[in-house]
């Protein structure tokens, strides 16, 4: 499978409107950081050179990312949950819709669906006049058991974003944990022997709803992927001085930055 990191920004990205501080004003594009979101190109079993395109989160920078990183299809998007920077580009799945004449699946928790509906009410809302300008999304409620898109095997990991309650997802040896400050005891289980982990990180000071850079860091060790980026990343973070105080197999995530597993 092949991930592209879309955003590696926390909820006003980076640089963040009239600051100016080093990291805003930095001209190192490992700096410059969307609202957090990927694209996944996942091996369908059984058939030979066929992809799922996944998208985790519609981030606000949504069109932008397909442009640079010139993603032109989405087979389904996968909500972590239902804050803002998450979601907010959701209706400019219409240019898939109208590309590839598809309606795109979005799966999602009850809580987070519910949200979605909320502020796209225009999708859901029958008398909306339907003349092109309206998504066309197939919504699927997913809980915590493990789900499949296409025969390709998908894990959603429950866990504490402050008061809210996020989904990660577990895709082969691969996991993508955005937006977290406390993993349960138990969702550990399903993290062994990963090849790559992406995780949040927003800064080094303390936060009440992400964890900090120290934080992300023990429970990185914990976990144990062999690989692990940080993301969700504040202003107060500038890439290459932050980056080298990491311990081995822990760096920051940037945008554009794509892997295979
Ligand atoms: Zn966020
Ligand atoms: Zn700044
Ligand atoms: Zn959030």
Known sequence: MKVIILGSGTSQGVPIVGCKCAACTSTNPKDKRLRVSAYIEAEIPKENDKYLRLLIDTSP????????????????????????????????????NQL????????????????????FSYIFDKNTYRGGGIPKINVKEIGLDKFSISGVEITPIEYRHGPATVYGFRIGD????TDCNKIPEKEYEKLKNLKVLVLDALRYRPHPTHFSI???????????????????????VIHDKANQRLPKGIELAYDRLAFEI
């Open 61 to 96: 920078d949504f069109r932008q990312q397909m442009l640079i990183n010139n993603v032109v299809d989405i087979d389904a998007i996968l909500f972590t949950h239902y804050h803002i920077d998450h979601i907010m580009g959701l209706d400019d799945i219409r240019q898939i």
């Open 174 to 177: 691969f996991a993508y944990m």
């Open 100 to 119: 590839h004449k598809k309606t795109v699946d979005v799966y999602a928790n009850g809580e987070t669906l519910e949200r979605i509906k909320q502020t």
């Open 214 to 236: 120290d934080e992300a860091i023990e429970a990185s060790q914990k976990i144990g992927a062999a690989q692990t980026y940080f993301t969700h990343i504040t202003h107060d």
